[in-house]
């Protein structure tokens, strides 16, 4: 599959069910859990790799790329150590989920960072994105201060922190993983689980003891958290980021089918662990605002281009 937007779609469908496995898993220790999960993905990424490499695989594991080692930490140890305290802290998964679901938000600012001097736009385009910014930070001030804007009291600040980590440390991953090279990505994805669950286990020491009472419900989450979010979806993302740099389409751009999720994910929350917040208006204020922040950043030059057809159109 070669098409970027067929590959962000195959991840819609396997990251919606993010939010309801990574929950389950964040009910138990939340550093063991980071154990077993990274440690069934390697297994994971192990077997793709040396069906990938085959004979090659010996060769490529003895020049390894420290910098996949280090930009790998972000799309796995950080990401799931803000991810899980999150979800700990709120003792639920619709907050975090939306905390979570700002990662296309900061791509788009972490782009700007990487790229933007190599990018010429128009000043309409910039204007579109900083706009997006601006009511992206605005979905946040709603679920932290639950609707109460005025008053800015934050009820839950550390669970927002960590959740708000776990979104700018993906989106560092996926800027990153867009100028992996189609040979290197299983090989960068294999060293970006291997570094994570080596500092995951050296964080976790202490813990190790307790392992033993991990439930056998426990294993299945991870094993199924990491085969289909962490594998399969890993894959297709950074193919897609890929493919997309390759092909001279906007990261961004093709980020934006990831839109659905949200919604995907929350009603899976909302019918299997029977949580009420998308009953409540600040909720859905919240997750109305991360959409259209989302849809204005990664969409600028096409509602740029929508405007100025308006413009010109004789009245």
């Not at 994105?129 to 992206?136: A, R, S």
């Not at 100028?179 to 286990?201: G, P």
């Not at 890993?234 to 997309?244: H, I, K, Q």
């Not at 980020?255 to 662990?273: E, N, W």
Request: aromatic letters at 16%; glycine letters at 4%.
């Amino acid at each position: 599959m070669n098409n970027p937007k067929y590959l962000v779609l195959a991840t819609v469908i396997l990251w919606s069910l993010g939010p309801l496995l990574t929950r389950l898993i964040s009910i138990s220790s939340q550093l063991l859990s980071l154990d077993i999960l990274f440690f069934f993905t390697f297994l994971f990424f192990l077997v793709i790799s040396l069906f990938r490499y085959k004979s090659k695989f010996l060769a490529k594991i003895k020049k390894p790329k420290y910098a996949f080692l280090l930009f790998g930490l972000f799309g796995y140890f950080f990401y799931y150590l803000g991810l899980v305290q999150s979800f700990h802290l709120f003792n639920s998964a619709s907050e975090p989920a939306i905390l979570n679901y700002t990662f296309p938000l900061f791509t788009v600012i972490f782009t700007e960072l990487w790229f933007g001097k190599k990018i010429k736009r128009a000043f309409g385009i910039r204007f579109i994105e900083y706009l997006g910014v601006f009511i992206g930070f605005l979905a946040i001030v709603f679920l932290a201060t639950k609707g109460n804007v005025t008053s800015l009291q934050i009820t839950n600040l550390p669970a927002i922190l960590w959740g708000l980590s776990a979104g700018i440390a993906y989106a560092i991953f996926s800027v990153y993983s867009s100028l992996v090279t189609s040979e290197d990505q299983d090989m960068f994805l294999l060293a970006s689980i291997f570094s994570s669950l080596i500092l995951a286990v050296i964080i976790s020491f202490p813990e190790l003891h307790a392992i033993q009472k991990v439930t056998q419900s426990a294993l299945i989450a991870n094993a199924l958290l990491a085969i289909i979010i962490n594998g399969f979806g890993y894959l297709a993302w950074t193919r897609a980021n890929r493919l997309a740099s390759e092909k001279n389409i906007s990261i961004s751009t093709v980020a934006s089918l990831i839109l659905i999720i949200p919604f995907l994910g929350l009603l899976i929350v909302a019918f299997t662990l029977k949580e009420t917040e998308l009953l409540h208006p600040y909720f859905l204020v919240s997750l109305g605002f991360i959409t259209v922040s989302s849809l204005l950043c990664q969409k600028s030059a096409a509602i740029f281009s929508v405007f100025q057809v308006f413009r010109k159109t004789p009245t």
